[in-house]
């Protein structure tokens, strides 16, 4: 597509936003967006064309693009070094294909690429108790062992939680925002999203580089969050969360959904656990959902033989507790977590009553771990 038909495309877009399926129906009929436009200034008196159309107010919008509008489009698209992809793009995320109303043009900032390998939705409630934010990090920071990108709201509470947990393990993680990029919401995770972007994830969004937050948009992008990933899992919800029109959503999409369960009479696990009562499966790990997908552990990394040594050496012939051993390494408890549930799950360290490890002698560590990059099958 020529750069002045890319910005009629991007100009058409923002018009008509928030009504996907009618755009991208017409758009697909009428052959493009200087084709809709036409036909959006002489509607009055033009046949329809045999789809599903867009309302008044939306072709109004369209019938005022004109070439410095599709310019203008184009110049915000690439400001700040954001970038943008269309549907017909082949770096456009391909499970967005699955929708039924796929956004015709996609903005983000960093790597959409990481999209492309396993994908796991993290969601929950903004007003998330301690325990779920807790356990959204060790979730997402054990989906690292399993070369999963998480993808989730940049929401406070469960989502920014779940992201924090990624970028801990240097793993990539995807926001899906309910604004555009520039006006990022909500504008106090901003440096999260930077460090999003630096940890090799990205922030995307349909909607126009400058588009306030408004409350139709997080469904909207709530579809995206269920589309882009293989499995949605739940972390904590009442009964009115946005996260349980996610869960539907991945449903209706045929992908698997997981929930974890939460204290009963709890508002926060309401949701969770209802949708455990209706039978979506139970979890409470990333070992879980990778169990049901088949994923084996995916190990990347010298740095993972000598973090696995570090913890090991770190461990007390009679057991050390996860925070003595956050104390000798100098890591964090979110790391220290997930690296000992993995250790675990390779059998070279063991979890005792009272939640303490000990390491399990034998082989050297860093041949067993090559041992299970060798065995990787995905």
């Given at each position: 597509?020529?750069?002045?038909?890319?910005?009629?495309l991007l100009a058409v877009s923002a018009a008509a936003v928030w009504a996907p399926r009618p755009l991208v129906a017409m758009l697909t009929t009428l052959g493009g967006p200087r084709a809709l436009v036409q036909y959006a200034r002489a509607s009055s008196h033009e046949s329809p064309p045999?789809?599903?159309?867009?309302?008044?107010?939306?072709?109004?919008?369209?019938?005022t693009v004109d070439e410095p509008a599709a310019r203008t489009a184009l110049k915000e698209a690439r400001k700040d070094g954001h970038q943008f992809v269309t549907s017909a793009d082949p770096c456009y995320p391909a499970r967005l294909h699955a929708l039924c109303d796929p956004p015709p043009?996609?903005?983000?900032?960093?790597?959409?690429?990481?999209?492309?390998?396993?994908?796991?939705?993290?969601?929950?409630?903004?007003?998330?108790?301690?325990?779920?934010?807790?356990?959204?990090?060790?979730?997402?920071?054990?989906?690292?062992?399993?070369?999963?990108?998480?993808?989730?709201?940049?929401?406070?509470?469960?989502?920014?939680?779940?992201?924090?947990?990624?970028?801990?393990?240097?793993?990539?993680?995807?926001?899906?925002?309910?604004?555009?990029?520039?006006?990022?919401?909500?504008?106090?995770?901003?440096?999260?999203?930077?460090?999003?972007?630096?940890?090799?994830?990205?922030?995307?969004?349909?909607?126009?580089?400058?588009?306030?937050?408004?409350?139709?948009?997080?469904?909207?992008?709530?579809?995206?969050?269920?589309?882009?990933?293989?499995?949605?899992?739940?972390?904590?919800?009442?009964?009115?969360?946005?996260?349980?029109?996610?869960?539907?959503?991945?449903?209706?999409?045929?992908?698997?959904?997981?929930?974890?369960?939460?204290?009963?009479?709890?508002?926060?696990?309401?949701?969770?656990?209802?949708?455990?009562?209706?039978?979506?499966?139970?979890?409470?790990?990333?070992?879980?959902?990778?169990?049901?997908?088949?994923?084996?552990?995916?190990?990347?990394?010298?740095?993972?033989?000598?973090?696995?040594?570090?913890?090991?050496?770190?461990?007390?012939?009679?057991?050390?507790?996860?925070?003595?051993?956050?104390?000798?390494?100098?890591?964090?408890?979110?790391?220290?977590?997930?690296?000992?549930?993995?250790?675990?799950?390779?059998?070279?360290?063991?979890?005792?009553?009272?939640?303490?490890?000990?390491?399990?002698?034998?082989?050297?560590?860093?041949?067993?771990?090559?041992?299970?990059?060798?065995?990787?099958?995905?």
């Amino acid at each position: 597509m020529e750069e002045l038909d890319l910005g009629y495309l991007l100009a058409v877009s923002a018009a008509a936003v928030w009504a996907p399926r009618p755009l991208v129906a017409m758009l697909t009929t009428l052959g493009g967006p200087r084709a809709l436009v036409q036909y959006a200034r002489a509607s009055s008196h033009e046949s329809p064309p045999a789809c599903e159309l867009l309302g008044a107010e939306a072709l109004d919008r369209i019938a005022t693009v004109d070439e410095p509008a599709a310019r203008t489009a184009l110049k915000e698209a690439r400001k700040d070094g954001h970038q943008f992809v269309t549907s017909a793009d082949p770096c456009y995320p391909a499970r967005l294909h699955a929708l039924c109303d796929p956004p015709p043009v996609l903005y983000h900032r960093g790597r959409i690429d990481v999209l492309d390998g396993r994908v796991v939705a993290l969601v929950g409630s903004r007003g998330a108790t301690p325990y779920g934010r807790s356990m959204a990090g060790m979730v997402a920071a054990d989906f690292a062992a399993y070369g999963v990108t998480v993808v989730s709201g940049l929401a406070r509470g469960i989502d920014a939680a779940a992201h924090r947990g990624s970028i801990q393990q240097q793993a990539p993680t995807v926001a899906v925002l309910g604004s555009g990029l520039r006006a990022l919401y909500p504008p106090y995770h901003s440096r999260l999203a930077d460090e999003i972007v630096a940890a090799g994830g990205a922030i995307i969004s349909e909607f126009p580089p400058n588009m306030p937050a408004r409350q139709h948009q997080f469904p909207m992008r709530n579809r995206l969050v269920a589309a882009l990933a293989d499995a949605t899992f739940v972390i904590e919800a009442g009964t009115k969360s946005g996260a349980l029109i996610t869960a539907r959503l991945a449903s209706e999409l045929g992908r698997h959904v997981f929930a974890l369960p939460g204290d009963v009479g709890r508002s926060t696990s309401e949701g969770t656990n209802g949708l455990i009562k209706d039978g979506v499966a139970l979890a409470t790990g990333a070992a879980d959902v990778a169990g049901v997908l088949a994923w084996s552990i995916m190990l990347a990394a010298t740095e993972a033989n000598d973090l696995a040594n570090a913890l090991i050496v770190a461990l007390a012939p009679g057991g050390s507790s996860i925070d003595e051993v956050c104390i000798k390494t100098g890591l964090d408890s979110a790391t220290v977590s997930a690296q000992l549930t993995m250790l675990e799950m390779q059998g070279l360290a063991q979890r005792q009553p009272g939640g303490l490890y000990v390491a399990v002698r034998g082989a050297p560590v860093a041949k067993a771990l090559a041992d299970e990059r060798r065995d990787y099958r995905g």
